[in-house]
């Protein structure tokens, strides 16, 4: 892959066929982490990433124990190119079974056990439907999943511009959380045209 004859980009593929009938969604999670990740001096996650024109969402698990209760954020990533979704901690919504928890506190990023993606038709219960789900294949293609700082971010944010890796590092702090895909560096040209 080339990003506006940059680097070729590395990735990893969350794809598949959803179907509605028995369902209607799809997911992929980490393994719970052996220690949990505070990531409390961050604003939020980002991801660099291409998706298909698809409504996501990223799940938060901040226990320990295995339930079907979580965090969650939906999130819009760009077609056709690569770019920066930044997705604040404060968009986060405790939820069971895709429906949201009344009264439930907001994400505390001091204790995240297990990070995962979701395809689903539904948005905030199961009655209410996601109204960017297309069913049979999805795939949202993901370069690079960390941490960002930036204390004027409120809700989620995508960087669309040909050096999104660059921009999205000017304007704030990022660090990726690692992994085996990913952690592409820009050449040192892609800097300068940094805005």
């Avoid at 593929?13 to 369902?23: A, H, L, M, P």
């Avoid at 969402?57 to 056709?80: G, H, I, M, W």
């Avoid at 009264?103 to 996601?130: D, I, M």
């Avoid at 204390?151 to 999104?164: K, L, T």
Wanted: proline share 8%.
């Amino acid at each position: 892959e080339s990003l506006d004859q940059g680097p070729v980009i590395a990735y990893a593929s969350f794809k598949g066929i959803c179907r509605v009938e028995g369902g209607g969604f799809c997911g992929s999670r980490t393994n719970r982490f052996a220690s949990a990740l505070d990531l409390s001096n961050n604003t939020g996650l980002y991801l660099i990433c291409r998706g298909d024109g698809n409504r996501y969402k990223f799940n938060v698990r901040t226990s320990e124990k295995v339930s079907e209760t979580l965090y969650q954020a939906s999130f819009d990533p760009p077609s056709n190119s690569f770019a920066t979704v930044r997705i604040p901690f404060s968009a986060f919504t405790q939820v069971k079974r895709s429906a949201p928890v009344p009264g439930a506190p907001p994400l505390s990023p001091q204790s995240v056990y297990q990070l995962g993606l979701v395809f689903s038709r539904f948005e905030g219960g199961e009655t209410k439907f996601n109204p960017r789900f297309t069913p049979g294949p999805f795939s949202l293609d993901i370069s690079e999943i960390g941490v960002y700082r930036d204390p004027m971010q409120h809700s989620a944010w995508v960087d669309e511009g040909p050096v999104a890796r660059a921009r999205a590092r000017a304007k704030a702090s990022e660090k990726p959380l690692g992994g085996e895909v990913g952690n592409v560096a820009l050449p040192e040209e892609a800097t300068d045209q940094v805005m």
